[in-house]
Every structure is written in structure tokens, then in C-alpha cells.
């Protein structure tokens, strides 16, 4: 039973004119995918992988195109068109996606990207985003332990760091003080859990924790040292905003990694950079 906001086979019924009409199995009955949409193989009582939506009429409609971001989810999306009941954004299907200015927290601008939630409202039984989204986190306890690796996506900045959405999941922070790289609205990065605190918020880290940073690093280190000809002129006298440039990491970290390195007899430390030993 294929419902609004899915993502299913749905059977061929008939052809008419429009399109085809296939078979939700639920409570949307028959739906159309436009002529427009249409595959070049199809046969009657075949299946169709569709999305399901509404058409500018509130029609439950099908298109062959997965949108950008799915109901259920977080993602970035560029605002488009401003109204007078809210913003449009581009979710990559013929009808944009409406954020409702109650969804808002504060007036969006054409042509810049917002980080949203999708969800079909219970209320009015259409698709639609919000930037309310500590709304739409799991409220189930989190369930790792420091030093798991998730997926992060960059949702806002505070004074005390960026504002990460974990795993689309749950609610996170990179501490401004120990992210050593900028970060963009709406970009997606791999990260490291820091600590769940006992209220369920959760602390992250752009790097590996303990000795597993500085393996990464320390084969990072090596790898850039074989294709820059074994020899690079980076070394612990650099200033640490070149070292975070071409490397993204802490001076700390780099001076930790090419002592190890040097102990190893991997490279040498020389006064103006490090070479392959």
C-alpha cells in the first residue's frame, strides 16, 4: 500500500491520454503519472518505480524522479520563489516544495539554500518542509560511544560551534574552539563522537580520537609525501594556519604525527620540511 511521500512499485492499470494510471494499493487509488513521465518500457499490469506527491491541485500525482530530499529526511534545498504562504524550494520535481512561513524561524531569501526537514503534515496531508528541525530529531537516546564515526550535516553556527544534524538522526555540536577548518551551511562531512552527555546531547569531533587520528593522519602525511616527490616543505616551525590549510588538522596534531613518523624511521625531519626516509 503505496501511500503519499513513498517511493514504490506501483502496478500499470490503464493508458489514457494524460498518462498512465497506476494502482496504489491504498488510500490514493488511482495515480497518474503524466505522459511527460513516462518510461519508454512499460506494459499494462507491469510495475513502475514512482514517487508519490501532489500535483499543483493537491491531486495525488506519480513522477519517475526521486526528489531531492525524501519525506522523513534532512537535506539542503535553494529557496526559489517567496509568496504569501511561504518560501518554495527546488526538491528537483515539477512542483516545488512549499516551507510554510510558520515552519520558518526567521525570513528566507531567494536564492540561498536552507537546511530543511521533509514530512507529509497530519493536518493538511501534503508535503511539506520545515526549518524547525530539533522538532524532527529521534527521541530516542542516542546509542554510541565516543570515538564512533557518523555522518554530519551542517546546519548552523553558534557562538560556541557549528550546529551538526547527526546520522539524520539526532542533534550535535563541533566546538568552535577544536573545528580547525570552516564549515558551510548545509555541507555534508564525516565526524567522530566526542561525548553523549547525560541529557542526550551529544558533542562531536571533525577528527579520529586517540591514536586512530594519528594513524590517519600519520598515512595521510605519507601519502602526500610520495606524490609531491618525497620531499615537502611543511615541517614544526610552519605556522599552524598553513598546516591547517593544506591539511585541515591542529599543528598539535601534525607535530604528533611526524613524531611518530621520525620514531618510525618513516621520514626526516629536516629544518625547512620533512622528507621521505
Known amino acids: 500500500m503505496a501511500q503519499l511521500g513513498d517511493w514504490a512499485a506501483l502496478r500499470?492499470?490503464?493508458?489514457?491520454?494524460?498518462?498512465?494510471?497506476?494502482d496504489s494499493e491504498g488510500d490514493e487509488g488511482e495515480v497518474l503519472l503524466p505522459r511527460r513521465e513516462m518510461p519508454d518500457r512499460w506494459e499494462v499490469g507491469g510495475a513502475i518505480e514512482?514517487?508519490?506527491?501532489?500535483?499543483?491541485?493537491?491531486?495525488?500525482?506519480?513522477?519517475?524522479?526521486?526528489?531531492?530530499?525524501?519525506?522523513?529526511?534532512?537535506?539542503?534545498?535553494?529557496?526559489?520563489?517567496?509568496?504569501?504562504?511561504?518560501?518554495?524550494?527546488?526538491?528537483?520535481?515539477?512542483?516545488?516544495?512549499?516551507?510554510?512561513?510558520?515552519?520558518?524561524?526567521d525570513r528566507c531569501e531567494v536564492g540561498r539554500r536552507y537546511?530543511?526537514?521533509?514530512?507529509?503534515?497530519?493536518?493538511?496531508?501534503?508535503?511539506?518542509?520545515?526549518?524547525?528541525?530539533?522538532r524532527h530529531f529521534s527521541r530516542e537516546a542516542p546509542d554510541y560511544q565516543p570515538g564512533d564515526k557518523v555522518d554530519l550535516l551542517i546546519y548552523g553556527k553558534t557562538e560556541l560551534g557549528y550546529k551538526a544534524i547527526v546520522d539524520g538522526r539526532h542533534g550535535?555540536?563541533?566546538?568552535?574552539?577544536?573545528?580547525?577548518?570552516?564549515?558551510?551551511?548545509?555541507?555534508?562531512?564525516?565526524?567522530y563522537?566526542?561525548?553523549?552527555?547525560?541529557?542526550?546531547?551529544?558533542?562531536?569531533?571533525?577528527?579520529?580520537?586517540?591514536?586512530r587520528r594519528i594513524d590517519e593522519l600519520e598515512a595521510r602525511i605519507e601519502k602526500e609525501l610520495r606524490q609531491r616527490g618525497g620531499f615537502w616543505e611543511l615541517c614544526d616551525s610552519s605556522p599552524a594556519d598553513l598546516i591547517h590549510h593544506?591539511?585541515?588538522?591542529?599543528?598539535?596534531?601534525?607535530?604528533?604525527?611526524?613524531?611518530?613518523?621520525?620514531?618510525?624511521?618513516?621520514?626526516?625531519?629536516?629544518?625547512?620540511?620533512?622528507?621521505?626516509a
Open 12 to 22: 500499470v492499470i490503464r493508458e489514457k491520454p494524460p498518462g498512465l494510471f497506476l
Open 50 to 105: 514512482v514517487f508519490l506527491y501532489t500535483d499543483s491541485e493537491d491531486r495525488p500525482v506519480a513522477t519517475t524522479r526521486r526528489p531531492h530530499v525524501m519525506p522523513g529526511e534532512f537535506g539542503p534545498l535553494e529557496a526559489v520563489a517567496s509568496t504569501r504562504v511561504g518560501t518554495f524550494l527546488d526538491w528537483g520535481l515539477p512542483k516545488d516544495l512549499l516551507l510554510p512561513f510558520g515552519e520558518q524561524r
Open 115 to 134: 537546511v530543511v526537514h521533509v514530512h507529509v503534515d497530519p493536518e493538511s496531508e501534503r508535503i511539506v518542509a520545515s526549518r524547525r528541525l530539533s
Open 172 to 191: 550535535g555540536l563541533l566546538f568552535a574552539n577544536e573545528t580547525f577548518r570552516r564549515l558551510r551551511h548545509g555541507e555534508r562531512t564525516e565526524g
Open 193 to 211: 563522537i566526542k561525548e553523549v552527555r547525560s541529557d542526550g546531547k551529544i558533542d562531536l569531533s571533525l577528527e579520529a580520537p586517540g591514536r
Open 246 to 276: 593544506e591539511l585541515g588538522v591542529s599543528k598539535k596534531a601534525f607535530k604528533q604525527a611526524t613524531g611518530a613518523l621520525f620514531r618510525k624511521r618513516r621520514i626526516v625531519i629536516e629544518d625547512d620540511g620533512i622528507r621521505l
